[in-house]
Structure formats: C-alpha cells, structure tokens
C-alpha cells in the first residue's frame, strides 16, 4: 500500500485547508486511517481517524475545526481544518494500519502565518 498526502499549503490565520490521502490500492475498507501532524522540534501527534467502518475520531485539541471524511470510490481519505491557526503548522502525514500492518505517507506541509 503506497499512501500520497497532498493538499497542504501557507494559508493566513483563519483560513481552510483541505488534505488529501489518497491510498494505491483499495484499502479505506481494510485498515484504518489517521491523520498525524509534526510541528519542528515536537514529536509526531495523532489528530483524527477513520476506521474501515467509517467510524471517526478527532482529538480534543481540534474538535469543531478538523473533519475527516473519505471516498472510498477514490480510496481517498480528507481531513479538512478550518479556523486554521498558527500552532497547526506542522508536516501531516496519513497512516494506513491494522493490528499488524502500518502504511505511513510522505506528509504534506501545512504552514499557517499570523
């Protein structure tokens, strides 16, 4: 499974970004698949997922801004982030797992000036 994180971008404080996961093969009905972001000089965070159920789950610190959704039509996950403010800016990178696989994209830079 080769995952492509896309959709990042400098946008001004408030704005929207929408990412892009969009995954090689059919895959959004097998695993999981979560949204991570890494700020520089921060360790890696997990901010929302999606399960092949389509059961979501978004942390507390971005409730109310983040949502994640998919096409599986497309084997394409989304995390669209509204409000966006400049703590957000960090490298967001999906994963792909189950309880014994894990699929890590290349992560696409968000950066968001004040």
């Known amino acids: 499974v080769q995952l492509q994180a896309s959709g990042g971008g400098l946008v001004q404080t408030g704005g929207s970004l929408r990412l892009s996961c969009a995954a090689s093969?059919?895959?959004?009905?097998?695993?999981?698949i979560g949204w991570f972001r890494q700020a520089p000089g921060k360790e890696r965070e997990g901010v929302s997922c999606i399960i092949s159920a389509g059961s979501t789950n978004v942390v507390d610190s971005a409730e109310g801004r983040f949502t994640i959704s998919r096409d599986i039509a497309k084997n394409t996950v989304y995390l669209q982030i509204n409000a966006l403010k400049p703590e957000d800016t960090a490298v967001y990178y999906c994963?792909?797992?189950?309880?014994?696989?894990?699929?890590w994209g290349q992560g696409t830079q968000v950066t968001v000036s004040s």
């Open positions: 093969e059919s895959t959004l009905e097998y695993y999981a």
């Open positions: 994963r792909a797992y189950d309880a014994y696989t894990n699929y």
